[in-house]
């Protein structure tokens, strides 16, 4: 489930990259740029998954971490959670209003939305201004810079969908190169991970350990692929050679959209039954 919400979570990039199909090369820049996150998550999945089934990989590793830093991990071990600790006070204070559960649920979903869609305009404003100079001398200067900002910038804004596809639009417009925004995906990979930490610090310890599990997914996927020469160029080979396909025919983008995300986990659910 996690190797597959890797993967699902960058169709944001091939929709957003989509808004430029008219432009021709502009579109071929935006959509190699939105495919290569996907190639490598693919990649990852290929390569631990049949690890992952065959040697535990991921488990003992998020097992082994988890007991580092918790003791013993066991489905019913007793958790204090510091983020419960931390925002009692204010939850029991909303919780005493009389409010219906479902006003609750529908002020928090238009609070989070009107909280992306400010930081995503925040942020395009922010880059916008200075953003080749100040992506080119600092940001993305190199690779592990480029690791390092989609890590920190998607641990802030707690979603990768936004820092992705914030930087389709810059690669489309030709600002950034597709080796540039390679690593930057990577960053955004083990800055989501975060969220689920997060969530599960309000759990229990088993829920922290499949969070990290998630964690030590894209990281091994990192050492594996992107550290390894064998692997590193082929989520990038592919993108590019998506793109000239795409651009050669406005309709594979959208086949590739319905197949790839929807049509072929469809398949594999059914078969898999």
């Known amino acids: ?40 998550n693919v990649l990852a999945v290929m390569v631990l998954f049949p690890i992952e089934i065959a040697f535990g990989l991921l488990e003992k590793t998020a097992t082994g971490f988890g007991s580092l830093l918790f003791g013993t991990v066991n489905v019913n071990n007793e958790f204090n959670s510091p983020i419960k600790s931390a925002v009692k006070w204010g939850v029991n204070h909303i919780e005493s209003l009389s409010f219906n559960n479902i006003v609750f649920v529908i002020l928090s979903v238009l609070l989070t ?3 992306l869609y400010s930081i995503v305009k925040l942020l395009r404003s922010l880059v916008l201004d200075n953003v080749q100079q100040f992506f080119d001398r600092f940001i993305f200067k190199t690779a592990v810079h480029g690791i390092v900002f989609g890590m920190l910038l998607t641990i802030m804004v707690q979603s990768s969908s936004i820092t992705t ?6 690669a489309g417009a030709g600002v950034l190169t597709l080796r540039q925004v390679y690593p930057f995906t990577l960053g955004a ?28 997914f894209n990281l091994y996927g990192i050492l594996i ?3 390894n020469p064998l692997f590193r160029e082929i989520p990038l080979k592919l993108a590019n050679w998506l793109s000239e396909v795409a651009i050669k025919n406005k309709f594979i983008p959208l086949i590739y959209l319905v197949c790839f995300f929807f049509l072929l986990p469809f398949i594999i659910i059914i078969l898999g039954r």
């Open 189 to 216: 990979n083990i800055g989501t991970t975060v969220t689920a930490i997060l969530a599960a610090l309000t759990l229990n310890v088993t829920a922290l350990v499949a969070a990290f599990a998630h964690l030590f």
């Open 165 to 170: 596809s914030t930087i389709v639009p810059l």
């Open 1 to 40: 489930m996690i190797m597959g919400a890797n993967i699902g979570t960058t169709v944001t990039n091939i929709i957003v990259s989509i808004g430029h199909i008219n432009r021709g090369n502009e579109f071929k820049r935006a959509f190699a740029a939105a495919t290569v996150h996907d190639f490598f």
């Open 113 to 115: 939305f009107a909280m």
């Open 225 to 227: 692929i992107y550290l």
